[in-house]
């Protein structure tokens, strides 16, 4: 060995820190001390028989200074790793939980549409179509936040054919097929909890 050489390296794995690569726009709704969600895959295929679960981080930093390639910008999350559930370089599924909205009402973000006056939403009542002009709020895996109408949970929200849809138009429905995005003519509005950016 030469002089100077490294020879070994000592890693203190207790806490870690996670870095997450967000685009500008979302990386804007982060803030140093929100809480974060950190996934753990299984890992079968190493024969080990442990199941997926999640770790709590806090986000300690949020960069200014884009990375030249991506031109997404870095955010560090600490996490407590006591029991070396991490690896240090291990890639993982992390969610910023950036703002709190118990019982909020989501509708497929399909059923929004703008005539040029703001968003507007239509639903079924009494087999006729209704307009009306929620607030938008947080959007999230096709779903997006709505507040300020009369909407009520689990009314039919249409999703295609809405645009320019005169009230008062009789309207047939067909229910919405099972699965994570409505993919029929009717979604169904839905209570949803905590708004986050993956």
């Known amino acids: 060995l030469s002089v100077g050489a490294p020879v070994g390296e000592v890693v203190d794995a207790g806490q870690v820190y996670v870095t997450v690569w967000l685009p500008i726009r979302r990386a804007a709704l982060v803030q140093v001390g929100q809480t974060a969600l950190i996934e753990e895959e299984s890992d079968k295929s190493a024969g080990k028989d442990t199941e997926a679960g999640s770790l709590t981080g806090q986000v300690v930093f949020v960069g200014r200074v884009a990375d030249a390639q991506s031109g997404n910008l870095p955010v560090?999350?600490?996490?407590?790793?006591?029991?070396?559930?991490?690896?240090?370089?291990?890639i993982l599924d992390t969610t910023i939980i950036v703002e709190k909205q118990p019982d909020t009402l989501c509708v497929p973000?399909?059923?929004?549409?703008?005539?040029?006056?703001?968003?507007l939403l239509?639903?079924?009542?009494?087999?006729?179509?209704?307009?009306?002009?929620?607030?938008?709020?947080?959007?999230?895996?096709g779903w997006v936040a709505v507040s300020d109408t009369d909407l009520d949970a689990g009314e039919p929200v249409i999703v295609e054919g809405g645009y320019n849809l005169p009230e008062e138009t009789p309207v047939n429905t067909e229910p919405a097929e099972t699965?994570?995005?409505p993919t029929a003519d009717e979604?169904?509005?839905d209570a949803g909890g905590t708004d986050a950016a993956p």
């Not at 790793?81 to 370089?89: A, C, M, Y």
């Not at 973000?109 to 968003?119: T, V």
Request: glycine residues 16%.
């Open 109 to 119: 973000l399909q059923a929004i549409y703008d005539e040029g006056e703001g968003p």
């Open 179 to 181: 699965g994570n995005e």
């Open 187 to 189: 979604g169904t509005a």
């Open 76 to 90: 560090r999350v600490l996490v407590d790793n006591p029991e070396g559930r991490l690896s240090v370089g291990q």
């Open 122 to 141: 239509n639903v079924v009542r009494d087999g006729k179509s209704a307009v009306l002009q929620p607030t938008l709020g947080t959007v999230r895996d």
